[in-house]
């Protein structure tokens, strides 16, 4: 893929976070977005799983499988691919859980432990992390093969509003105005755009950077989908019940897009 389209697909996720800061920024739209987040994350949760599981985990092994059967050890090369896929999922659990306690990707936050603006900067300097590695993963698929990099694309496409949504209320929540909590979306969304640009340079320069890059950015999507939305949803569910169910037509629209663009 060309860097052109890559940064195309980059900019598309990063304007998301921007929609989600919108959302609650403007006067009057909490209430009316509320309900829609919440099956937004669901439908988010259950399309990030089968992504995952089905389309980049495969992929993850068929190219350091291929590399462990060239050095006469298959094992080894798979083991090496999800240490680095382990590695990227408690990277995001230590920052979460040292840089940026109690932060969560919901539409709901916890105005008592963000109140601070500085703990409301850290926060936000928390999800740029994140961001950088939804830029990422979406450009290590799209290098890897374009039909990966479409469901990626998407799956990541999904969680950007509620992204977007929770870093303009952890602004307000520490008395901003609403133009520096759109200033906090600009920022993540301009991180996507560095993940993006990271892996376009480092596949420019280095040919085997995508194979490192992929398993650690899977890893990185396996913690936002599993520890952060999945317990949103959760936790939504006991005032809606239905939005559980929403899970499974995220795995749904998955299979359904699977098999568009694969035909």
């Known amino acids: 893929m060309s860097f052109g389209e890559l940064l195309f697909f980059g900019g598309l996720v990063a304007l998301a976070n921007v929609g989600g800061g919108l959302l609650l920024a403007?006067?009057?739209t909490f209430q009316r977005s509320r309900h829609f987040l919440g099956y937004l994350v669901a439908l988010g949760a259950g399309f990030m799983l089968a992504a995952i599981f089905i389309e980049l985990v495969p992929e993850v092994v068929v190219l350091w499988g291929k590399s462990g059967v060239e050095g006469g050890k298959a094992g080894h090369g798979v083991l090496g691919a999800m240490t680095l896929l382990l590695a990227g999922y408690l990277l995001i659990h230590f920052f979460e859980h040292t840089i940026a306690p109690h932060f969560h990707f919901g539409e709901e936050t916890h105005p008592e432990a963000v109140v601070r603006s500085s703990a409301a900067y850290t926060a936000i300097g928390g999800l740029s992390i994140h961001t950088f590695f939804d830029g990422a993963s979406v450009a290590s698929a799209f290098v890897v093969d374009r039909k990966v990099g479409l469901l990626v694309f998407v799956a990541v496409l999904l969680h950007k509003?509620?992204?977007?949504?929770?870093?303009?209320?952890?602004?307000?929540?520490?008395?901003?105005?609403?133009r520096r909590a759109l200033t906090a979306t600009l920022i993540i969304g301009g991180a996507?755009?560095?993940g993006v640009l990271t892996v376009a340079l480092l596949q420019a320069r280095?040919?085997?950077?995508?194979?490192?890059a992929l398993p650690f950015s899977a890893g990185v999507t396996l913690y936002v989908a599993a520890s952060d939305l999945i317990p949103e949803v959760n936790h939504m569910?006991?005032?809606?019940?239905?939005?559980?169910l929403v899970v499974f037509a995220g795995v749904a629209l998955f299979y359904l897009l699977h098999l568009l663009i694969e035909g």
């Open 192 to 194: 996507t755009l560095v």
């Open 237 to 244: 569910e006991h005032r809606n019940p239905l939005v559980s």
């Open 206 to 212: 280095v040919a085997e950077a995508v194979s490192y």
């Open 161 to 178: 509003v509620p992204e977007g949504f929770t870093a303009a209320s952890i602004i307000l929540a520490s008395g901003r105005s609403a």
């Open 26 to 28: 403007r006067p009057g």
